[in-house]
């Protein structure tokens, strides 16, 4: 069984910063690229960034250039997500996902407040 388990999450006012973890734990293997996704309220929900497991490589939606950044450890088969310059537009629940050679997996998703 695979858990993903996110974490980092809070509230932060606007301006602010804040760095989300995933971690991949169970029977996981072959990882092929984590990603991170959120749905505001009312929302569908969206892409945000992805990395590349072998290479590292980082994808990131166009509203997330420039003030977010992915990054992973192999070693923990963790992703994480940096998050700079928070406005309140970014507030939504944020999910990781896993893709792997034979499947996909969603965390359960952490909550991003930006107010004042």
């Known amino acids: 069984q695979v858990q993903l388990v996110e974490s980092g999450g809070g509230l932060v006012q606007p301006g602010g910063s804040l760095r989300l973890s995933c971690a991949a734990s169970g029977r996981i293997f072959g990882i092929k690229n984590m990603a991170w996704y959120r749905q505001a309220p009312g929302k569908e929900r969206e892409f945000v960034a992805a990395i590349t497991w072998s290479g590292g490589n980082g994808y990131y939606a166009d509203s997330m250039k420039g003030r977010f950044t992915i990054s992973r450890d192999n070693t923990k088969n963790t992703a994480y997500l940096q998050m700079n310059s928070l406005n309140p537009e970014d507030t939504a629940i944020y999910y990781c996902?896993?893709?792997?050679?034979?499947?996909?997996?969603w965390g359960q998703g952490t909550q991003v407040t930006v107010s004042s």
């Open positions: 996902n896993v893709v792997t050679i034979s499947s996909a997996y």
